[in-house]
Structures are given as C-alpha cells and as structure tokens.
C-alpha cells in the first residue's frame, strides 16, 4: 500500500512536470528591463526597445499573431534581433522566421545580427547550399538591417546609438568544452568602440561576456543558452545547449561596473525540445540615463 501510495505520486508530480513543460514550450512571456547610462540622457521620455533571440522558427499562433500582436502593443522605437531565428540544419524551412521577421520590418526598424544558426548556413555554403544568402536577401528587401561584424550608428531624440552584430569564431560554438576566443578576436572583427556614443553590441554567444565588455560595450544582448534549459531556483539555468552546467549568464538582467547585460532565455527550442521553469521570452527594454 505505501508503494502505491509513492508510486501514485511519483506519477502525479510527472504529469505534473509534463504539463508545465508543455505549457512553457507554447507560451511566452514579457520581460522588462531597464538601462541605465549616462550616455542615454536625451533620448526621450517612453522609448523602449524590443530584443528577441532564438525563435528558432518556433510560431505562437498562426502566422505568429500573437507574438506580433504583443508586439504592436509594446509599440518599440527598435527591434534589436540576437539571431538563431530559423534552424540551421539540412531539410529546415527558413519561411516561419523569414516571414515573421518580415512583418516587423513592415512596421518597426529592424536590427539584425546573425546567431550560430544563420552563422553555420553563410560560413558552410557549400554544404547548405545559398539558403542563408536567399534569406538574407528577402530580409534585407523588407527594409532589414543586417549587422555581420558591423555597425550602425542613429541618433534615438538627442543620444547617439551605435548598434553593432558580433559574430565571433565558429569553434567558439563547440560542445562539451569551452574554446579559447583568440586575442584580439573582437577588435579585428568589428574594429574599436566610440567613447561618444552608447555602444549596443548584440554578441549571441555570452560565454565570452568578459572579452564583450573589454571591448567596451555599454549594452551586451546574447541569447543561445535557451535559459539554461531547466531552471533552478536560486542558481538559475542548469545546462547550455553546449552542455556547460550552471552557466553564469544563463538568462537575465545583470550590471557590471555600471554596465548593462541582457541575457534572452529565447522564444524557441531545438534538438533538446525541453524548458521548465524556464519560459520563453520577448523582452522589452527602457532606456534613461543614471539615476
């Protein structure tokens, strides 16, 4: 009779866990945070930013109304994409993304830096074939701004934004162990900062946030750890998707030395189709200058 009893319950808690999972894996949520910078005094009162990573083609409604719906709601000044919004694999459709992307672009600017996903199809061409370059082009037809180890710079009321896309080595992307990003890395790809203006780099891998900051970013924007795929109070996400446990920028808000980090948890899944605790999220951002 007490086995039973166990046994019913252990069942219980796992229907439990089942159906949480589910209920994250179609839903999200809306985050927000603020940024604090001297350098963002002038740039107007309700300005807020929209930074999405890792939709990985995954739909909230058809067509994804919901996700644009909240969206349209939130009325940003910018999209700001961290990138992995389509799956790089052999036999993956990009339309899913490439058409929810496009219906932003239709009504907000869009910033668009590239994630291991996008990164692995332009690097591998011969193998994928010109998926990356025909998605690319249908995005940037739509009024898209790609930034491939770039930048942009515009001015948000009287501040100055210089917007720059990092993609940083393939092999800094490997599995099991971390690999060293080589000295200078950072620099020659994307060349010095701008003391002047309020320095956005959307970097997607944030295993390397140390190098991101020296380089002198005021904003860091990464995604990629899915949030730790299973979160645990307390210590956050328990595993990346290159199966490091505990990663200390899993998902989150974080300052250093006056500084903002802003981690995405993501909007979809992949290969590892699991979140618990752990919800989606479109996330908002509220530019002022220092309190």
Known sequence: MYLKGILAAAAAAAACLCGEIWR??????????RLRSKKLEGIGEDVRFVFLSDLHNQTYGKGNRRLLRK??????ALVLIGGDMLVGK??????????????LAGQFPVYYANGNHEQRLKERAEEYGNVYARYRAELERAGVHFLENG??????????????????????YSHFKKARMPEGAVKERIGETDAAAYEIL????????????????????????????????GMGGAVSPAFDIFPKYSGGHYREGGRDIVVSKGLGVHTICVRLFNPAELIVLEPGGEE
Not at 71 to 76: F, M, N
Not at 90 to 103: N, Q
Not at 203 to 228: C, Q, R, T
């Open 90 to 103: 052999k036999g993956k459709s990009f339309a899913p993304a490439l058409a929810f992307v496009r219906e």
């Open 24 to 33: 994250e894996l179609h839903h999200f949520r809306t985050v927000t945070y």
């Open 202 to 233: 959307l970097a997607h891998n944030p295993s390397y946030m140390e190098e991101y900051l020296n380089w002198g970013a005021d904003l860091v924007l990464s995604g990629h750890l899915h949030g730790g795929i299973v979160r645990v109070p």
């Open 71 to 76: 969206i349209k709601e939130i009325d940003p």
């Open 151 to 172: 930048s942009q710079e515009l001015f948000c009321g009287s501040c100055r934004l210089r917007l720059t896309g990092l993609e940083i080595p393939a092999e800094c």
